[in-house]
Structure formats: structure tokens, C-alpha cells
């Protein structure tokens, strides 16, 4: 079973510019996490989706980033302007669906950015 | 607000050994307790998770302990190998969002030495 897929793997931007990452979730599953994984802390969850409605984004900083997921399928997570401290590695995640505690969430490989 | 507070930040152990990892958490609201391996380069992934109905939960060489008085949870990882050398994360999550609301400790990073 193919994983999560992600790309880029890596991306230098200088700030305030735009930069874009994509990523194709495993096959079926409903629900797609975005997370920012700072260097030294644990991923810290930017936005959820369901099928292609947005179930949790209160971490998200609207001012700069969005997110979509259109058809349900795919998901681009999008920040415009960058900033330093967006320097991180972006984790895109899928579960089969939400609800017990058993729906195991699957990360991709990441994007990695730096923002310089 | 850190509600996820992991320790050590690292740790070197020598083949063979046991690994151990704590973690505390504040909101007792959270009622499943995953711990994810990451390797370098990759994505984390799931290792094992405990809800707190019980206070100990075994896969393999992979302990969770767990104490919910002192909100406190741990992994032991027995007979450590070089191959387990990565960083994990433990993590908490309320019901009410499914459990797919996880939020993450700082991670600890591990070495086991051959």
C-alpha cells in the first residue's frame, strides 16, 4: 500500500515570498492533517480536513497560510508571505476516518523549508 | 502552553539496555496517549498507544506505562537496539475531537550505542 505522498522534499524561498506544498493522501482515506514541525519540538497541527470540509484550523495562521482540498483527494497548503519562523518541516498526515482511538493517523516523509 | 511535557530531551543508551521516556500532561480531558518513532528524514509514526483504563499496555519490547493520578505516562523500551536510535514523540489527545486531535510533546531523542 502506497504511503503519503509529499512534494517538494525540500524548498529554500527568501521572505516574504510565496511557497506551495502538495500532498496525496493514502487511497480511501477521508480525513488530511497539515502540521508544522519546528527543529527540537513535536509537529503541531496547522489544519484538519474531512473529505473536503475543514473539521480544525484553529492553529493556523489565516494571515498568511490557507489550505484546500479539493475533491476530497489531495490537499496544497499554501503561505504567502513567508516569514522566517516559518522555517519548519510541514507533515502531512491521513487517517481513515475520525472518531475511536484506534484511527492511526499515517505522516508523510515532509516538506522540508527554509526561509531565508 | 505546553500541555505535553516529555523527558529527556535525549538519551544514550547501551545496546541492550532499557530506554525510558516520561511524559506529563495537564488537561485531563485527554484520554488516548500515542507514542510515535521518527527517523531521520522521515515522517512519525505510530509505535503504540494506551487509553487509561489500564495502567499498562505491551507490544514486543514496547511498554506504556501509565498513571493517571499523577498524570504521568512513560515508554520503556527493553533490550535496546541500534536500530531504535530515533527520536519519539509521545502525545495526547481529548475525545471530543475524535482522538484526532493529537498534541505533541518536544520529542526525545535516542542513541543506542553498539
Known amino acids: 500500500e502506497a504511503g503519503v505522498a509529499q512534494s517538494p522534499r525540500y524548498k529554500i524561498i527568501e521572505k516574504r515570498q510565496s511557497v506551495a506544498f502538495w500532498c496525496n493522501p493514502i487511497?480511501?482515506?477521508?480525513?488530511l492533517y497539515w502540521y508544522q514541525q519546528i527543529l527540537g519540538q513535536g509537529p503541531k497541527l496547522l489544519i484538519q480536513?474531512?473529505?473536503?470540509?475543514?473539521?480544525?484550523d484553529s492553529q493556523l495562521p489565516k494571515d498568511r497560510f490557507s489550505a484546500e482540498r479539493l475533491k476530497g483527494v489531495d490537499s496544497t497548503l499554501k503561505i504567502q508571505p513567508a516569514k522566517l519562523e516559518d522555517s519548519a518541516v510541514y507533515l502531512c498526515?491521513?487517517?481513515f476516518g475520525t472518531g475511536g482511538p484506534y484511527n492511526e493517523q499515517f505522516f508523510g516523509p515532509g516538506t522540508r523549508l527554509t526561509v531565508l | 502552553q505546553q500541555q505535553v511535557k516529555q523527558s529527556p530531551q535525549s538519551l544514550i543508551v547501551q545496546k541492550g539496555g532499557i530506554s525510558i521516556i516520561n511524559c506529563a500532561y495537564e488537561?485531563?480531558?485527554?484520554?488516548?496517549f500515542p507514542w510515535y518513532q521518527q527517523f531521520p528524514g522521515k515522517g512519525p509514526a505510530l509505535l503504540i498507544a494506551?487509553?487509561?483504563?489500564?495502567s499498562e499496555k505491551k507490544e514486543g519490547r514496547f511498554t506504556i506505562s501509565f498513571n493517571k493520578s499523577a498524570k504521568q505516562f512513560s515508554l520503556h523500551i527493553m533490550d535496546s537496539q541500534p536500530g531504535d536510535s530515533a527520536t519519539y514523540f509521545c502525545?495526547?489527545?481529548?475525545?471530543?475531537?475524535?482522538?484526532?486531535?493529537?498534541?505533541f510533546g518536544k520529542g526525545t531523542m535516542l542513541l543506542v550505542s553498539p
Open positions: 487511497s480511501g482515506h477521508a480525513t
Open positions: 488537561n485531563t480531558a485527554f484520554d488516548y
Open positions: 494506551i487509553r487509561p483504563d489500564v
Open positions: 480536513f474531512q473529505n473536503n470540509g475543514v473539521v480544525d
Open positions: 502525545a495526547a489527545s481529548p475525545p471530543d475531537s475524535g482522538y484526532s486531535t493529537l498534541t
Open positions: 498526515a491521513s487517517s
